[in-house]
């Protein structure tokens, strides 16, 4: 990756001077669209076409070649042919330019030759510090007035505004520029990042952070091109502004075969760890192009609901009841009004108008009503935000219930968003609404769905905010562990060591000695005490219930003696020559909770931290939570809550509630190994059993593969 | 409800003659627009003003009263202040007018005086015979150009078209045909059924399904008049026509205290019956208003999607990904393009082409490109319908791609929609696609939800039939057991009574016997076989586990005597005069998977069949669903197959599968039951033990509620 350029990517978004190579008179060539729409936005810069062909281009004069440019130029606009490029860059970097924006196409989108040139592209942008965008991308703009650059092909610019979008497809990008144009959305930066060879989302959010005309960035992306640094970026800039994302692209086939449990699981649901990388970081995920850019059109007015409490005001039943169900599914709240709220609504009603949430107030109503009624309603402590459905009757023209609407809007600090529903075209008085901050949709759902995005999102910046437990363990020990393992090569380890690796981190095992006699046997199990648990130890036997060297459910001596006589039996016969170290006894844990708490290391997301309730509700239900570590201790208690078993934690049917404290800690505790320990490459704890609350976890079953080689996490 | 007028309901679609009784030339009064919109629309019948204040109206002679009117009014639109509304219902029947529309608002809306007065108007349109729309209603349309009829008091029309509009909200009806304005989408029939007193859904499904012009009908309700009727009327119509429906409105309190848990889950559960419901008439239903209308869009091409099978043509890659995803999210398949299908399109195309599903021909491709490959995908069997992604580049323009995909369209019976992205505005371009038959969309999303909806409805009309079984029962102990019910006036059937009558209609229990001795106990329990359950039976004690009434597990005859005299010991200390009738000896259920089915009569939706696996997965994950009854085979089989849990029903971690065949069976049975019996209220088999295949079901708790007094059918 190119790391040259500034933190705040000024070369590539407020450049002084730019230079269009590949600039063309031809008519149909993305060279001569793209100068003239330089020239066409206005840029307040310098702008040089450079193309040995031409002596002026769109009647500016031209240059052969950049060398001979009479300023040095701060950004290239690089449009020839895909060969050329890498040589064009050097003239750049030799020029003085801090940035490339390389719209060819031909790199590794086209194969290998292509990714080699690619390479080239990336290594020689790097040698001068440049800032690379692209290659095969569809360029960059910035309304910023004072700066006015479309160094993109598209000819008509959205409006100048506070939406900043970053797209992984240029033809996306296109689209949502003409729909930016068509619903007069304005936005204050685009960049397309091609093969994203160099500048990626992770800078660009950092630099669009730091923009101060830029409130709300919106992501297209089809991968990322590193969750890790993705949430690293993301969380610093979502603490100021909100982040909005499409995430497109089904699960591709893993590119390694999982060797545990969790590695599939995490496998399976790959998207399910884009949701946790999301979350963790504070960005808005939406579901698809249209809700990006219509709860892009909430957040844009700058506006905070600073709670999911939506309260509806309507002259219609119908759009009211459409909004409130809109409302639940998005996680908003419609809260019942005071009494004396009511009291003080009511009186400027109609007798028949619903006093409720919806207020329906009923067709008779005007806009006086509107305007006092919503006043009053987001006055006090009642609502959050308000959402306002207007059908202009006789009672009341679009214009005069638009002027309500304003004059409360000018009030409060509290978002207002409107539908006005009418028998004539009322899209001139959506429009005035836009203009001041009162965002309008067709439909009441669309309306909502921004508005719940807009609560999720404060609710983020509000959150109880808690610090990565460090908790103190047994170095020691795991150093041990760790270093048997790497001396023996063993990739998994076996299950001892894997118990005494994760005991060492504080993770709680049932009580187990090994004993070589049936008497001794019998000791241990009194010691320990009933039921115990009898398995052959060898190093020989990895599968002990195949060869019946498993017994369970021991109530007392005599059933731990019956035990070991069959088990030796049994042992013998079946695995003649393994070397029997002797026979395990292990307290067996009687009632608790089976749950799953794994990790799985990720080329790009680094280690990740997986829980859910064991047997079925994992293997079948696939009802199961994904965190990046470090998880926080806040972040553990929501794995716990958001699995859909997490009721049977809680207590069903008459039990007592699960030690879920215990089963929090143990996440952490996982995620401290995984964090503190990066040759683990998977690890399972299945199951885990939570036990009463105040009686903690014990883990019955652990297994650690190692990574095969020394490895170590992605590169910072 | 007002049974008049005819099937067709051609009274209100298309009248010859049309009084508007109200009319007025005051500006701002409902009664002014709606005549002028009369009058204005091209009415192609005679339409009269009827006010006694004016002597004309918009320049049309006015009549002081009906009677006066020259000819007889076949339908009344009623626009007078609502206490002379009944009146004037009876003004239109002496005239002989066979409907009226009551436009007028005061009745049942704003509450007792209101509802006594509509239960007057509804008496007196059902004494006349008339079909009567409202009141408080916004209105009918007809687009058809022999009648031309706009009796509502919107101004504009959307354009003639095939979809009809059936909306339970006035103001949501205005807002969408001003919707259907500015989008150009093409209605026939409109009808706002305001307060619902007459003509209902259901009505109006019947008669839009016979309409000709009318290919598509949209609903928009917040509860359905009758549920049972609707899926009457409704699974006529889908035969034919696709149904498509927004159902808002969230879960209203019970009227009444459920008693059973299948009462609790159909009462939380209250959405998910409407999803049955729909699912069982074949309507599909939408997420959204805008969803409605987008997928209304794609239906009203009058094309069949007769399989899942997308392929998405494209020539940049982010919009297919988007629309990928979006087809596996609503259902769609995009299948892997066979070999020689690959090899015939891929010498056309750039070497750099990804010739997969979706196909992205890459932007160097030019129209006709589009067309060849367009028509190759479609010609043979390898998809059942496109989505076809164009941004026009400098290779081609918006016409030429345009035309190209309409010599496709003309040359398939495939269905194609349209994305059509670019630099440019391209909306002509769109309505070039849309008035052939191609639907265009801003997004890729919106495009493949209306295609899922669409081959989700092909796969209704030609899924296969199955029929409603009758098993034969032992009716004359069905009859036996409820006559006994009828007698002691017992609402709750005593659980032996609730077994022998679903012993009755097949549902097995396990073996049980009645023992007066311990000696007869355990020859009992040796006939039957162990494990043995021992249960006090006693008229006087109902909880039997409180008085340790109850023993389980009794492996052989000393268990057998042990627990009868601890037993004995302990419910005659506990229970000294209860009259004890002696022990039931029942064979113990071990193994197999625990289910619930169970049922409630609802008094809209009439008997409702519920099924979900026991204990947890009802319980706490409400992992249900609901079926109206009669249950076909097919529908039992599907209810199995679509809770979450079902996986375990097939077998999972090793078990083989359970007999879910006698699974089926039982589901069929307890719906015959329910369906043949309609004085049960409400019942729930749970648990019922479904074994492993081959070897059935058993009951082993069963639950009945009779309804308290004598109770029918929701009237048909």
Known sequence: MADGGSVELDELFQPRCVAVIGASN??????????????????????????????????????????????????????????????TIDELGRAGARGAVVISAGFREVGEAGAALEADVVRRAAQYRMSLVGPNCFGVFNTDPS????????????????????????????????????????????????NRAGVDENRLLTALGRDPRTKVILLYVESLANGRKFLEAARGVTEEKPVLVVKSGRTPAGERAAKSHTGSLAQSGRDQLYDALFEQSGVQRVNSLGDLFRSAKIFSTGLR??????????????????????????????????????????????????????????????????REVLAALLAGDAADGALVIATPTGTMTGSEVVTSILAVRSSTEKPIVACLFGLTDLSEDARSLESHGVPAFTFPEEAVEGLGALARYHAWRTRPRTEVRSFPVDRATADAVLARARATGASVLPEYAARELLAAYGIRFPEVGVSRTVDEAVRLADRIGYPVVLKVASPDISHKTEVGGVAVGLA????????????????????????????????????????????????????????????????????????????????????VESVKAAPLLRGVRGEGPSD????????????????????????????????????GIVAVDARVVLAPTSRSEPSA
Chains 1, 2 share one sequence.
């Open 26 to 87: 031809r008519p149909g060539k993305v060279g001569t669209s793209l100068f003239r729409n330089v020239l066409q936005a206005g840029f307040q810069g310098v702008t040089y076409p450079v193309n040995p062909s031409w002596k002026s281009v769109s009647g500016v004069r031209c240059y052969p070649n950049i060398a001979s440019l009479p300023d040095a130029p701060e950004l290239g606009v690089v449009i020839v042919p895909a060969a050329q490029v890498p040589a």
């Open 147 to 194: 700066v006015s650059l479309n160094a993109t092909f598209s000819e008509n610019l959205p409006p100048p505004g506070n939406i900043a979008f970053v797209s992984q497809s240029g033809a996306l990008g296109a689209g949502i520029l003409q729909y930016g144009v068509a619903q007069r959305i304005g936005f204050s930066r685009f960049v397309s990042v091609g």
């Open 305 to 370: 609901m600073e709670g999911p409490r939506l309260v509806v005001l309507t002259n219609s039943g119908g759009p009211g009841i459409v909004a409130a169900d809109a409302a639940i599914r998005n996680g908003l709240e419609l809260p019942v009004l005071a009494p004396e709220l009511r009291a003080s609504i009511a009186p400027g009603l109609p007798s028949i108008a619903a006093v409720q949430n919806p207020v329906d107030m009923t067709a008779d109503v005007g806009a006086r009503q509107y």
């Open 556 to 639: 007392d001596a005599a059933s731990v003696r019956d035990a070991w006589a069959r088990m030796d039996r049994s042992v013998r016969g079946a695995a003649p020559t393994a070397r029997i170290q002797g026979f395990e006894v292990e307290r067996q844990i009687v009632g608790g909770k089976e749950v799953l708490i794994g990790m799985q290391r990720d080329p790009g997301f680094g280690p990740i931290v997986v829980f859910g309730l064991g047997g079925i509700y994992v293997e079948v239900l696939r009802d199961v939570t994904f965190r990046l570590a470090p998880v926080r201790p806040l972040s553990a208690r929501h794995m």
């Open 660 to 695: 879920v404290a215990a089963l929090c800690e143990a996440i952490e505790r996982v995620s401290q190994l995984c964090v503190e320990r990066p040759e683990i490459l998977e690890m399972d704890l299945n199951p885990l059993i939570v036990r009463p609350a105040g009686e």
